[in-house]
């Protein structure tokens, strides 16, 4: 007995049949379409589609994230992209449904596709930007979100924020050469980071600008070089300290700046309230033996320094230190033994490349109780850079553009050999055969390395500044079903 067919037919039950429905996933519900024209009624009368997409693109990040990266464009996140093919009176009120049933299949095609891309290792590597009109690529000139690849362009004073899937630019930000009246002394971009609403800027005078982005309006200047030498900027103070790096936490609830100064490293956790409305939260002067605070990540939760201090037994030691990034207690700090070459932290975990002797290791530490959990022997393969993709896997990235794939279950289940971990030789990189100098952002839709590469095989050609992606959403997977039409 059909069930459904029989709710449908009779009138006062068709909700019923609707409520049994709007139960299934995507593949279950485009299969129960095509039953019979009763089942393909009832689908379309209790708009099961449009239901279906607007709930997923609450209730799970990938599908909002890949509306968006679907549309190209900045979409609000409760309606689906709509393209300047499409006519918005033939999709809305002639064809709503069908439209939302393409969103959905689209959607969930495109995941499908990215998730057998990263299991096969599939890719499609292009070089974004190359040669000297792009300039220095580094980690201060150059960040990337899933929206867009951001560049500040010191020759220009500005910073662009280029779509990272169709390569336009779409804003612009002048960054500020008047800070400070006449001083124009060390006033250069010295770090930045962006969120959806902010850019924030660090220069090198030791002054934090926080930007609106839409407005492109200075919403707070910081003067955090106040707060150690507790008097008012002097000019012959300006070759003394520097904002060494500001970081946007995930959602947008802190932002932490450190400045160096000619002694010492003091830290400054801001609590944003709005965006117009941001308060000290905490300050700490490093140790005095802090010889270099070389870097530092930050998530609404935990915050990871690197630091490297002085030592009566010679050498410098390095070390890692877990605070909250609520209270700004610390919580677990571990030394490192050997030359750390790269390291990344996310969602509690770190991963480090470090060298021992001849040898260079992989290791990972879970930030929440200061264990090492894995550690691998690489031999004498040098790491240049690390990233961890979206809880899923490790990425390394080696000096001759060789990249592997890490699988992050693997390394997190202790019963597993640490060696078993590598899923994937991703091979090296046709446009790098030896890496100079740079790094890599990463995601779980692309890995972009930029830097100063030797571009191969040309014998005595000079190194240039280039930027090449490998696109994981592009690979050679490609899935048999055929979307619907609009019509």
Known sequence: MDIIFNLQRRKLLGEI???ILQYLDVNDLNAAERVSSVWREAVLSGKLWEKLFKQN??????????????????????????????????????????????MCLTIADSLDILEKNWVTGNYQEEIVLRGPVIGPVNSITFLMDEKHIVRHVDS??????????????????????????????????????????????????????????????????????????????????????????????????????YLYTATSYFLTLRKIKSVKEMTIAHQLQLDENVEELVNLYMDDFYTVLFIRSRTNRGPSEEMFEIRSTESFTPLHSFPVQGIVSAYHYLNGLLVIGKRIGNSQFLRVWDTKTGVSIWNVNLDKEKIVDLRIISDKYIVSVNDHGELKQWDLHTVLDHAVPADQALLHRIGSSKNLSSCVGGGMVADEYQVVLFGFFRT????????????????????????????????
């Not at 009120?93 to 393409?102: A, H, L, S, T, V």
């Not at 005595?460 to 090449?468: H, L, M, T, W």
């Not at 992606?469 to 609009?486: A, E, I, T, Y």
């Open 17 to 19: 049949a609707v409520e």
């Open 57 to 102: 693109i609450v209730l799970h990040p990938p599908w909002k994230k890949m509306n968006s990266i679907i549309g190209k464009q900045k979409i609000n996140s409760n309606s689906p992209f709509i393209s300047e093919e499409d006519d918005p009176d033939e999709q809305y009120f002639c064809n709503e449904q069908m439209f939302y049933k393409k």
């Open 156 to 257: 220009e004073k500005t910073f662009q924020f280029f779509n990272r899937w169709s390569l336009e630019l779409e804003e612009t930000i002048p960054s500020r050469t008047d800070l400070l009246g006449n001083n124009h002394l060390h006033c250069f971009v010295t770090c930045f980071d962006f969120s959806d609403e902010l850019l924030a800027v660090g220069y090198g005078n030791g002054v934090v600008d926080v930007i609106g982005r839409k407005s492109i309006e200075t919403l707070h200047t910081f003067r955090d070089f106040d707060w150690p030498y507790d008097h008012s900027f002097d000019e012959d103070d300006a070759y003394n300290f520097a904002t060494e790096k500001v970081i946007l936490s995930p959602k947008q609830q802190f932002l932490l700046s």
């Open 456 to 487: 191969a095989p040309i014998k005595g050609q000079k190194e240039s500044p280039i930027i090449v992606s490998l696109d994981f959403m592009k690979g050679q997977n490609r899935v048999k079903r055929p979307l619907p039409q609009l019509y």
